[in-house]
């Protein structure tokens, strides 16, 4: 299993990048929104991949982080939803918004992506309820770039600029874990807890940790 992709970028598709790992070349497949956060070809890149077997096909899919990544597991095990589908609900809601959706019930969100009718946004909604809380506390998991990636110019290839900086994990999902973690020490059941932490964050995207926690607080109160 191919987990992990780290190299330079040889051309961007408009589905795809082409990443040269020492002298091989995998093709990757990602959302347009991944492909947009990529940089230019000659630059470095790594993204977690997820790799599709079949009996007449072998393909590769790209992810920044573990959280979409572990998404695009779940989505791709509801049935109607094929790893193009599971890409394009990603593209158009980004992982947090997919977390959000699934936890708030959230159908409309999950039928804006293309392709994604009624009953088969439902059928996300319903199979992952109970999922989203363990995907959400894992945070972020941002890949980084590693410190090895070769330093020569292969030949043929464009002039490499110097790898940039890592990109910082969104604090908005690091304290929307760390809420998540800290109602289920509160004794709150985990899908009630994502639920009221994803209506909180989406009320509030700015809030830290500790209005957060408090929102959330005020959401899972009972009602009178």
Known sequence: MIGRIAGRIEYKGDDHVLIDVRGV????YCSDRVLATLPAPGEAAALYTDLLVREDLLQLFGFPTLVEKEWHRLLTSVQGIGAKASLAILGTLGPDGVSRAIALGDVNAIKAAKGIGP?????????????APAVMAMGTGTVTLPDDVPD?????????ARKPAPRKPAPSASAQA????ALGNLGYAPADAAGAVAQAAQDAPEAGLNDLIRAALKLLAPKT
Do not use: C, F, M, W
Not at 152 to 160: D, K, L, M
């Open 25 to 28: 070349g995998y093709i990757v």
């Open 119 to 131: 009953k088969t946004a439902q059928r996300v909604v319903i199979e992952l309820k109970d999922k």
């Open 152 to 160: 020569e110019v292969i030949e043929g290839a464009p002039t490499p």
């Open 178 to 181: 760390e809420a998540l973690s």
